[in-house]
C-alpha cells in the first residue's frame, strides 16, 4: 500500500509557465509535508514544507497547498525555469519520536522546456 | 556550517562480495543519522536510523547492517552483496530529537554485477 502518492511519473512544461505537481497520502495521521528537490547524482535537498495546521505555504516562486479534508497537497512552482528541472518528492510523516520515518513518494520528475 | 561527506562516491561489486559505505557528520554533535535506499527512478527508503552512539535500529531487512562507531561516523555493510543491493545509497541527519528536516548526502552508486 503506498501511503504517499505523486499523481504522475514525470511532467513537462514551458519556460515561465506554473509547475503543479500533486500528491495524495493515507495516513491520517501524517502532519508535515515537505517537499524534496533532487538533481541527477545527488542527495534530495528540503525545498519547503507545510504542516498539517496551515493550508498554504509560500517561499518564493515555491507554494504548498494543503487540504486536509481530500488529504491531498500540490506544489506549485511559479515562473518555472530550466534550472528548475529535476525530480520531486513529495513525503510525509507523524510528528514526535526519536526516529524522523519521512515517508516518500516515487517522485515526479519536472522537465522546464526553454 | 554542518557538512555531510559520504565515500565512495560509487561503487562496482561482485554478488556475493562485501561491502562497507560510510558517512561523516561535521559541524553538528549528536546528530540523528539515517541511511535510505534509493532504487534507480524510485522513491527512498528508510534502512536504518541511530540516535546516539553504538545504538542503530532497523527499518528494514535488506541483509544489510549498520553502525555507528563514533558520534559524527555512520556505517553501512554487508558481508555478502545480492544484485538486489544495487542502487543510491544516501545517509542523511536531522538536527534533534523529533526533527523532521533530514539534510542528505550526496550519496553513493553501487553496481552489483
Known amino acids: 500500500q503506498q501511503q504517499v502518492r505523486q499523481s504522475s511519473q514525470s511532467l513537462t512544461v514551458w519556460e515561465g509557465e506554473t509547475a503543479i505537481l500533486n500528491c495524495s497520502y493515507e495516513n491520517s495521521a501524517f502532519d508535515y509535508f515537505p517537499w524534496y528537490q533532487q538533481f541527477p547524482g545527488e542527495g534530495p535537498a528540503l525545498l519547503i514544507a507545510?504542516?498539517?495546521?496551515?493550508d498554504k505555504k509560500e517561499d518564493g516562486r515555491f507554494t504548498i497547498f494543503f487540504n486536509k479534508r481530500e488529504k491531498n497537497l500540490s506544489l506549485h512552482i511559479k515562473d518555472s525555469q530550466p534550472g528548475d528541472s529535476a525530480t520531486y518528492f513529495c513525503?510525509?510523516?507523524?510528528?514526535?519520536?526519536?526516529?524522523?520515518?519521512?515517508?516518500f513518494g516515487k517522485g515526479t520528475k519536472l522537465s522546464v522546456k526553454s | 556550517a554542518q557538512t555531510i561527506h559520504q565515500w565512495p562516491v560509487a561503487e562496482i561489486k561482485a554478488v556475493g562480495s562485501p561491502l562497507s559505505l560510510g558517512c561523516t557528520i561535521k559541524?553538528?554533535?549528536?546528530?540523528?543519522l539515517y541511511w535510505y535506499w534509493q532504487a534507480t527512478g524510485g522513491t527512498l527508503q528508510q534502512l536504518f536510523y541511530?540516535?546516539?552512539?553504538?545504538?542503530v535500529e532497523s527499518v528494514v531487512q535488506l541483509n544489510l547492517s549498520a553502525s555507528r562507531p563514533k558520534d559524527d561516523q555512520f556505517i553501512l555493510s554487508t558481508e555478502k552483496l545480492l544484485l538486489s543491493h544495487s542502487g543510491f545509497y544516501l545517509c542523511?541527519?536531522?538536527?534533534?530529537?523529533?526533527?523532521?528536516?533530514?539534510?542528505f548526502g550526496s550519496g553513493t552508486r553501487l553496481t552489483v554485477l
Open positions: 559541524g553538528k554533535s549528536s546528530p540523528n
Open positions: 513525503a510525509a510523516s507523524v510528528s514526535g519520536g526519536s526516529n524522523a520515518k519521512l515517508t
Open positions: 542523511a541527519w536531522s538536527r534533534d530529537w523529533g526533527e523532521e528536516t533530514l539534510y
Open positions: 507545510i504542516r498539517s495546521v496551515s
Open positions: 541511530s540516535i546516539t552512539v553504538g545504538q
